[in-house]
């Protein structure tokens, strides 16, 4: 506030030289994560809704997705990349609608957040890297050093229960060990001498005028015999274990019987002090979850499975479980990137990543409000142009919720001059917890709330084939039924889509019956691979034309046989992901939409 008032002074005295800061968000770490931690909350607890953002150490493991991927199938892919990479930076940006005014303004916040071990016992986490995240994050001016050197730790629920009964657990067993009472255990003879001379070290420390002393190195077992001597045969001392380095040592302090109760009660205070430091970042996930206002994400899948399964818990096998966990946590999701594909918007808007759709909706028949920030230190406005800075693309997410709920507003002859649509208006419920699924063209999203899109596929074929073969190869096999899609699965493996699909019938009849290859309709290998992780049997293996018996040579010979292209390319097709969503034509490639 101080800042606030001092530029507006200077604004006041010098108005022609003067030129505000831009505003900008309030980078969090380690060490101004607990003064920030209120404002924070506060924010939340003042906001209409929260848009978030993430920036990760990757995206996606080797396993390649499909155009043809079930939501299932995609969350499986998702779950395994979100186990194996980090989420580094998490952007928070609130919004707050003043209806005096019928304006909103925002806060911003960008953490970083790094799994650093507050203890011995706490989790050491291991975690994957990919090249090109990394090299896109080098590319943005990332600062790699503010997230390991001062990056905000964080516990999830379950970890943070267990090391607090841990640290219960030690300090019951300490006071038991300090009572009169106490088990004893017996000196073995070989540990005689070194306790003898501990016990003479100790009594020279008592009778000297040092009010401290730290003893050699020692492990467990022989730390539980020291505090078992001082307590038997001393007074007005306190031991405790402290790190000297990499090692653990007893220290010893002199003080009498009521700094001892009181250094008792500190130090147990203490660990339970550290352990809530240790949880840190997840309890900005916890506030955002308990105050159940509306979560605003662009294409939020990654976003959401990597701050359910870092800050909440490791994401269940279970499908059905996650979309559990995603709305008990989350109770409103709204994906951006939903929205503008979807009507009414997707007439008007052709390019749906996160800065086409702000420049979309910066123009007629869209209008894209005035945000300012709640202050210079605080906030972003449009001018501020930090893509890929978390808090900065939270906050374009937001305005891009904004200015597409009013859109909706003014096509409803509800609402008058002025169409203003609450983050909780009935007319945006339809795309609640409706999350964005990238290149499936008919189950465009996955539905949180209830049972997913079930499209017809009976115009698509599952088929194995050598692996030397090439997507020209399948649009000749083909080719008797016009214009088809290839998705690669493996090198041996793909789905084919008819763009008619009045002629399906007819392609099992007319094609089925090789040696070489292997045809099945896409509801017949679901089948297979639902049953195949019962029975051992995999779809390729309950078509397959050969035998048990048959030789590894002549299973060989068979995938050696050339190719059914009459005309070859010379060298190996590439099945990356991009190539796998191209549709093909019989002569040529055709053109199609972004988002297939």
């Known amino acids: 506030m101080l800042v606030n008032r001092f530029f507006e002074r200077v604004r006041q005295i010098f108005p022609c030289i003067y030129k505000p800061p831009f505003p900008h968000k309030m980078e969090v770490t380690a060490q101004n994560f607990k003064a920030v931690l209120p404002m924070v909350e506060k924010a939340i607890d003042e906001a209409q809704f929260v848009a978030i953002d993430g920036e990760f150490t990757g995206l996606n493991l080797v396993k390649p997705v499909s155009a043809l991927d079930l939501p299932l199938e995609r969350y499986d892919a998702l779950r395994e990349s979100s186990r194996q990479f980090l989420l580094v930076q998490f952007g928070l940006c609130t919004f707050h609608y003043d209806s005096k005014k019928d304006l909103y303004t925002n806060r911003a916040f960008n953490f970083y957040v790094w799994p650093r071990p507050y ?178 994400g662009h294409n939020m899948f990654l976003d959401l499975c990597y701050t359910l399964n870092q800050f909440v818990c490791t994401l269940p096998e279970s499908y059905s479980e996650f979309k559990h966990l995603a709305n008990k946590t989350f109770p ?95 007319l945006l419920k339809p795309f609640f917890n409706k999350i964005h699924l990238m290149r499936i063209a008919d189950i ?67 094609l089925n019956c090789s040696s070489v290859y292997n045809i099945m309709t896409y509801g017949q290998f679901k089948s297979f691979e639902a049953s195949a992780s019962l029975t051992g049997i995999t779809p390729t293996l309950a078509q397959s034309k050969l035998s048990f018996s048959d030789s590894v040579s002549e299973l060989k010979e068979l995938t050696k046989k050339r190719s059914i292209s009459p005309d070859p390319e010379p060298y190996k097709r590439s099945k990356s992901v991009t190539d796998d969503d191209t549709p093909v034509q019989t002569s040529k490639n055709f053109a199609e939409s972004s988002d297939w």
């Open 119 to 296: 203890t011995r016992n706490a989790p050491d986490l291991r975690f994957m890297c990919q090249t090109s995240s990394i090299d896109f994050l080098v590319k943005q001016d990332f600062d790699f050093n503010k997230l390991f050197k001062h990056g905000i730790s964080y516990l999830k629920p379950e970890a943070e229960e267990k090391m607090k009964k841990a640290i219960e657990d030690r300090q019951i067993t300490r006071k038991s060990n300090d009572t009169p009472n106490a088990q004893h255990i017996p000196i073995p003879e070989a540990m005689e001498t070194y306790i003898n001379e501990i016990k003479t070290k100790i009594q020279t420390f008592i009778q000297g005028n040092s009010n401290t002393l730290f003893l050699e190195k020692s492990n467990a077992f022989q730390r539980r015999l020291i505090y078992q001597v001082a307590r038997e045969e001393f007074t007005g001392i306190f031991l405790e274990s402290v790190a000297v380095g990499r090692d653990r040592v007893i220290k010893i302090t002199k003080m009498d019987a009521n700094e001892h109760a009181q250094k008792d009660l500190d130090r147990n205070q203490s660990e339970f002090d550290v352990l809530d430091e240790a949880v840190g970042f997840a309890k900005v996930i916890q506030k955002l979850s308990q105050s159940r206002k509306p979560v605003v």
């Open 332 to 426: 409103i999701l709204v994906d951006t990137k939903t929205m503008a594909t979807q009507y009414p918007f997707r007439d008007e808007i052709f390019n749906s990543s996160l800065e086409e759709l702000k420049n979309t909706l910066m123009t007629a028949p869209f209008h894209m409000p005035d945000v300012k920030a709640v202050s210079v230190d605080s906030g972003y406005e449009l001018e501020s142009e930090k893509y890929h800075e978390a808090g900065y693309d939270a906050f374009i997410t937001g305005l891009c919720f904004i200015a597409m709920s009013n859109h909706l507003g003014t096509l409803s002859k509800e609402l008058g001059p002025k169409p203003r649509l609450m983050p909780d208006s009935p």
């Open 444 to 510: 465009p999203y996955m539905n949180l709330a209830g049972e997913d899109i079930s499209p017809n596929r009976d115009h698509v074929f599952h088929v194995t084939f050598p692996s030397e073969w090439k997507t020209s190869d399948l649009v000749n096999l083909f080719s008797a039924f016009g214009n088809v899609q290839v998705s690669w699965l493996n090198e041996s493996s793909a789905y084919v889509s008819l763009y008619d699909p009045t002629s399906a019938k007819e392609v099992l009849s007319a």
